[in-house]
């Protein structure tokens, strides 16, 4: 009862002497006082810049870009220019070269335009024929062979991978050498 007392009598202290508690939020805080009108006037009136001194700088560094930029550009042109008359010189080099190591039997060193992990170019002759189509290899008239129409209908692709593993090598070494024969037997049963 002791306890109950004194929680009345602190309320009724506070109540009496009329003053009104701090919500919880605001406890510790002050109140921040009003800004004065003088800084808003000040902030409204920028300070005056000379636009045309600024200007100047601006206008010269543009046209320090224009220039580099040209000059760069004209650099560029120069060097492909450079680098094509040096792979024309090298070109007309090395053709007598290779020819020579050619007719030597001689393995030539300078690579040309197909490098050492491409497979050489073949090219198949085909032609229709009564019972199927005959296919050559272009320059090796050991590998003429006819493959017969039934062969053909069954499918064009097997029948061309088979060819080309019989007489040009495995795909896995010459590439896709059936694929283009397959685009020719095509052609040719049309």
């Given at each position: 009862?002791a306890k109950?007392?004194k929680?009345a009598t602190?309320?009724?202290?506070?109540s009496q002497?009329?003053?009104?508690?701090?919500?919880?939020?605001?406890?510790?805080?002050?109140?921040k006082?009003?800004?004065?009108?003088?800084?808003a006037?000040?902030?409204?009136?920028?300070?005056?810049?000379?636009?045309?001194?600024?200007?100047?700088?601006?206008?010269?560094?543009?046209?320090?870009?224009?220039t580099?930029?040209?000059?760069?550009?004209?650099?560029?042109?120069?060097?492909r220019?450079?680098?094509a008359?040096?792979?024309?010189?090298?070109?007309?080099?090395?053709?007598?070269?290779?020819?020579?190591?050619?007719?030597a039997?001689?393995?030539?060193?300078?690579?040309?335009?197909?490098?050492?992990?491409?497979?050489e170019?073949?090219?198949f002759?085909?032609?229709?024929?009564?019972?199927?189509?005959?296919?050559?290899?272009?320059?090796?008239?050991?590998?003429?062979e006819?493959i017969?129409?039934?062969?053909?209908?069954?499918?064009?692709?097997?029948?061309?991978?088979?060819?080309?593993?019989?007489?040009?090598?495995?795909?896995?070494?010459?590439?896709?050498?059936?694929?283009?024969?397959?685009?020719?037997?095509?052609?040719?049963?049309?």
């Amino acid at each position: 009862m002791a306890k109950a007392k004194k929680k009345a009598t602190k309320k009724d202290a506070t109540s009496q002497e009329g003053a009104v508690p701090a919500p919880k939020a605001m406890k510790g805080k002050r109140e921040k006082a009003a800004k004065a009108p003088k800084a808003a006037a000040k902030k409204a009136t920028p300070p005056a810049v000379d636009l045309e001194a600024l200007r100047k700088p601006v206008d010269e560094a543009r046209t320090a870009l224009a220039t580099a930029e040209a000059e760069a550009h004209e650099m560029t042109e120069k060097a492909r220019g450079l680098v094509a008359g040096a792979k024309d010189a090298y070109r007309a080099a090395v053709a007598p070269y290779r020819d020579a190591c050619r007719k030597a039997g001689v393995e030539c060193e300078y690579e040309g335009g197909r490098g050492s992990n491409v497979s050489e170019k073949v090219t198949f002759l085909v032609e229709k024929a009564e019972k199927g189509v005959r296919v050559t290899v272009k320059g090796r008239p050991e590998t003429e062979e006819v493959i017969p129409m039934a062969v053909l209908k069954e499918s064009i692709n097997k029948a061309s991978y088979a060819y080309t593993d019989r007489w040009v090598g495995p795909r896995e070494k010459v590439g896709n050498k059936g694929g283009s024969l397959s685009n020719r037997l095509r052609a040719a049963l049309r």
